[in-house]
């Protein structure tokens, strides 16, 4: 049996008791085994879904999806396992297990969900012009075995002090940020041994940036974690043995940035009202990649009154629609119109 497949069964036996015992006594609906092929369909059909988009198990998943199922109809359940997406089948059981929309919501907020803008994970690369930010040949000497030298990145002038350019080499005056994309190269190390390129002001990682042998002109390009605060360095090296450094900054990774919703009105659109009627009219569509957020609905006419609005499902784009009565004995005219919003790129 595999690892998959043992996790399903588990899964099962998880949620499965509850199916049995929640069966109505004396209804001939399909047997508990119906229910439970079900209930199987179902977890095996989203199993990856779940664990990968909101980073819970099989396992939790079934103990979380008991109550869900367990008060299920069996038309409900059947139409679950036949849902083609994640939020059909959810809003299937959720016709009778309230209890769903307390699982969904527990999901949306479990570890590994990322908001929006997360700051540890949504960084943004910028890259730069490749510029040499330090040369211990030129500035410092050579990094003595057994030690480590820490380094600036976000000078707002120049490098030269640490032997590298004489300007701030595209990145100087980006402010904090969470990581750069350096290549690092050793020249001459005394013998054998391993540079460590990490955040200031924190524990060496057991891990090697670069590898070297004694007598060593080589290089690698590594992505380095930087120290965020605002101290005089952002990131130290270790180096195993004595050896000159040399190290060129190709770009770097910043937080991503707080921005508000890029809003535009599309046009408003006039329609005439027949006499006596009620009728709903769909809005001017939203400019391309951007979404309808707010329909908006206007009148000057007496006598004619809104009936609501909202998206019409049954049109390309869900165009959202404004729906109204005219109590008159006269055609009138209403009016109809889109915000659309886009969340911006940096």
């Not at 006039?270 to 329909?295: D, E, Q």
């Not at 109590?327 to 969340?343: E, K």
Request: hydrophobic share 40%; with cysteine.
């Amino acid at each position: 049996m595999g690892i998959r497949t043992a996790a399903l069964t588990v899964a099962i036996l998880l949620a499965t008791p509850a199916l049995h015992a929640a069966t109505p006594p004396g209804q001939g609906a399909p047997a508990s085994t119906a229910r439970d092929h079900l209930v199987e369909h179902i977890l095996e059909k989203w199993a990856n879904h779940v664990e990968e988009r909101y980073g819970t198990s099989l396992q939790d998943w079934a103990r979380e999806m008991t109550p869900a199922f367990a008060r299920a109809s069996d038309d409900a359940l059947s139409a679950a396992a036949s849902a083609t997406t994640f939020d059909e089948m959810g809003q299937r059981l959720l016709a009778t297990a309230p209890s769903m929309r307390a699982m969904n919501e527990a999901l949306a907020s479990a570890p590994g969900t990322n908001a929006l803008g997360d700051a540890a994970n949504d960084l943004v690369f910028v890259p730069v012009t490749p510029c040499r930010i330090l040369d211990t040949r030129l500035a410092g000497g050579a990094i003595p075995a057994d030690s480590a030298r820490n380094f600036d990145l976000t000078s707002t002038g120049s490098y030269v002090a640490q032997g590298g350019a004489a300007n701030d080499c595209g990145v100087g005056a980006a402010g904090a940020f969470a990581a750069a994309v350096i290549n690092f190269t050793v020249v001459n190390p005394s013998s054998a041994g391993f540079v460590t390129a990490y955040p200031f002001d924190t524990a060496r990682p057991l891990a090697a940036t670069l590898n070297y042998a004694g007598g060593d002109v080589r290089g690698n390009l590594s992505v380095v974690r930087l120290n965020q605060a605002s101290a005089g360095a952002e990131f130290s090296v270790y180096s195993f043995a004595q050896t000159h450094l040399v190290a060129d900054v190709m770009g770097y990774y910043i937080n991503p940035q707080a921005t508000p919703l890029n809003c535009a009105n599309t046009s408003v659109s006039s329609f005439s009202l027949p006499a006596n009627s009620v009728n709903f009219f769909n809005n001017p569509s939203c400019p391309a990649g951007y979404t309808a957020t707010t329909p908006y609905c206007w009148t000057a006419a007496s006598g004619v009154y809104s009936q609501g609005s909202g998206y019409n499902a049954n049109a390309a784009g869900n165009a959202t629609f404004c729906s109204w009565q005219n109590t008159t004995g006269a055609s009138q005219t209403v009016f109809g119109g889109n915000v659309c919003c886009r969340v911006p790129g940096r």
